[in-house]
């Protein structure tokens, strides 16, 4: 995953904010995924144009962090929702 890297998401999915929270459907495996608010900002990011770096960038000014933190936990999400196939590069 280099900071350049752009990511879509898979098709087949749904979304929906319930009680609050971002809730994605995998309609291909039947999996139902909740979000936290840091994984819902990452998510809305997420449109096979923006890169990875702008992503941290975004994540670290929302929540007021470093960008070495916001570095850790994008990459970190992104990685997760690329192993349950939710996004694709």
């Given at each position: 995953?280099?900071a ?8 087949d999915l749904?979304e929906?904010?319930?009680d609050?929270e971002?809730v994605?459907?995998?309609?291909d495996s ?6 936290n608010?840091?994984a ?8 096979g144009?923006?890169?990875?770096d702008e ?9 007021s ?8 936990d994008?990459e970190s999400?992104l ?8 996004i694709?590069t």
């Amino acid at each position: 995953m280099n900071a350049l890297s752009t990511y879509k998401k898979s098709a087949d999915l749904v979304e929906q904010v319930v009680d609050g929270e971002l809730v994605v459907l995998d309609q291909d495996s039947g999996q139902i995924h909740q979000f936290n608010a840091t994984a819902s900002e990452i998510w809305m990011c997420i449109d096979g144009k923006t890169a990875t770096d702008e992503i941290i960038s975004r994540i670290a000014e929302h929540f007021s962090i470093e960008l070495e933190v916001a570095k850790k936990d994008v990459e970190s999400t992104l990685q997760q929702l690329h192993e349950q196939n939710l996004i694709e590069t």
